[in-house]
């Protein structure tokens, strides 16, 4: 299951954390991400909302980082070309 994967990379999280959160063994989510086993639907339910969570909180702190960082002034910043003389 290529999209699992990708799902959790999106996430930030790795397998163990995905796994322990989502109350399934590790082992069985490797499986299911590399093909060679079908989570149950009870399963497939629990890891999407573990991601579905984790990516929510990825881009609640990557958008507070990103109003932080445009908040701030252009003279409180060093240019590449000022820092070079």
């Known amino acids: 299951m290529k999209a699992l994967r990708s799902r959790g990379k999106l996430s930030g999280m790795n397998q163990i954390d995905v796994a322990r959160r989502s109350v399934i ?3 069985r989510l490797q499986l299911a ?4 086993a079908t989570l149950r639907p009870e399963e497939a339910v629990a890891v999407e909302l573990v991601l ?4 929510r909180r990825r881009a609640s702190a990557l958008d507070h980082a990103l109003k932080e960082t445009s908040s701030t002034k252009p ?3 060093h240019t590449s070309a ?4």
Request: hydrophobic share 40%; proline share 0%; net charge negative.
């Open 75 to 77: 003279d409180d910043h």
């Open 52 to 55: 579905i969570d984790a990516m």
């Open 25 to 27: 063994s590790r082992m």
């Open 82 to 85: 000022a820092v070079c003389k």
């Open 33 to 36: 991400e590399a093909g060679q």
